[in-house]
């Protein structure tokens, strides 16, 4: 199977369509219970959509990334915490890629390995022998009750030499899990906090944090596959910009779907879809979306054609990525806001889509590699001249 075909992305995104009645029968659950229940896991695992950028020996796909922006935008749509957690695992996936192959097929044993992760390095560590002891602890780490590893970074202090960046895997029964996952959006994600304590991981589960940002595995199985040489940034960006074109997709869905036999209270307006305040409205939004889908779209395609040619990224296509996920990220936002804006006082019930939605994407917007002003700042300031102020490009 040719993963980057036409076809392999229409089959996997039937697959996805096929999962979307569970994730909309379970999104309330999730919701309440502040995680994807058991149901939403099972059916996202059962079609496949966790293995999308495992590699091929262990099951998975390989998938472009223009694959993975229509995989997560079918999720978001039905359930925005649901196309998070999926695009999430799709991330530290793609990086246990990058370790050696007697890890990646400890992690890889269950084809459908779920792997959750960071890229902050919230921890410390410090050697020992045979590898690193860790401590420290890790905030929002979207899908951790489900998965069976997770990607960590922690700030390595050798005995010689300056300290540094370093990323590791561990198995979750070597975590303490920490319930502190009560928000205003993306409850269902179960972002949760992770904590290690005295904890040894063996060195052959540690690498720089900068071969895996460059895209530059040290399993040779690994570095004959494209999609494992290109910067990580990239990578995470494509991962995760599909979630949001979900999101708001599913805000024009549900506002269309009150819209009927709907008046504008205290008004002459016994049907809202006649007011031309909602056509303004509503045609704002959907150019907005639009926007965002462009903004979308050109990234995954850069990220396609620059893993197909197998040359460099220099840091103008770098930052143009983040500013492209940033932008999509604004313009969906200030779409649902619209949409949500023209839904009346009676949205405000729980049992209305369109409030979880909004409050799914505001708390994506303020995340730290999706913040539209962060990433506009980042491309200008390499657009003037100045090199980066940041590793994560």
Not at 14 to 30: G, I
Not at 39 to 45: D, F, G, T, Y
Not at 228 to 256: E, N, Q
Not at 337 to 364: C, E, F, K, M, N
Request: hydrophobic share 45%.
């Amino acid at each position: 199977m040719v993963t980057s075909d036409r076809r392999f992305r229409e089959e996997i995104v039937d697959r996805a369509n096929a999962v979307v009645p569970v994730l909309r029968d379970n999104s309330s659950w999730s919701e309440e219970n502040r995680r994807l229940s058991t149901e939403a896991i099972a059916a996202l695992a059962g079609a496949g959509l966790f293995r999308l950028r495992h590699p091929k020996r262990f099951g998975g796909y390989e998938a472009g990334a223009r694959t993975l922006v229509d995989v997560a935008a079918v999720l978001g749509r039905a359930d925005g915490a649901a196309a998070w957690v999926t695009s999430v695992y799709w991330i530290p996936g793609w990086m246990a890629s990058m370790f050696p192959d007697e890890v990646q097929e400890q992690v890889f044993a269950d084809p459908d390995a779920r792997v959750c992760g960071t890229l902050s390095p919230s921890a410390m560590s410090a050697p020992a022998d045979g590898g690193i002891v860790v401590n420290g602890k890790w905030g929002f780490i979207s899908g951790a009750l489900h998965a069976g590893w997770q990607e960590i970074i922690s700030v390595h202090v050798p005995e010689e030499g300056p300290p540094h960046p370093v990323v590791a895997l561990v198995p979750m029964t070597d975590l303490l899990v920490v319930d502190d996952w009560q928000t205003s959006g993306m409850r269902g994600s179960g972002s949760v906090s992770t904590v290690a304590k005295d904890l040894f991981v063996p060195s052959e589960r540690v690498l720089p944090l900068a071969t895996v940002l460059e895209g530059n595995p040290v399993s040779p199985v690994s570095a004959a596959s494209p999609i494992y040489r290109t910067p990580l940034l990239p990578v995470a960006s494509a991962s995760s910009v599909g979630a949001v074109l979900g999101l708001g997709r599913a805000a024009m869905d549900a506002f269309l779907a009150r819209l009927p036999g709907r008046k504008i209270t205290y008004t002459g307006y016994e049907s809202q879809s006649a007011a031309p305040l909602t056509h303004l409205q509503v045609a704002e939004a959907a150019r907005k979306l639009d926007e965002a889908e462009f903004h979308a779209y050109r990234l995954a395609d850069t990220v396609d054609r620059k893993t197909a040619g197998g040359s460099g990224w220099d840091l103008p296509e770098r930052a143009r990525v983040r500013a492209d996920l940033g932008a999509a990220v604004r313009l969906v936002k200030e779409a649902v806001d619209v949409l949500a804006t023209a839904s009346g006082g009676s949205s405000v019930y729980s049992d209305v889509p369109i409030q979880r939605i909004q409050r799914d994407v505001h708390a994506v917007s303020l995340h730290a590699l999706m913040h539209p002003d962060t990433n506009d700042e980042l491309y200008g300031r390499i657009l003037c001249g100045l090199e980066p102020d940041t590793l994560y490009l």
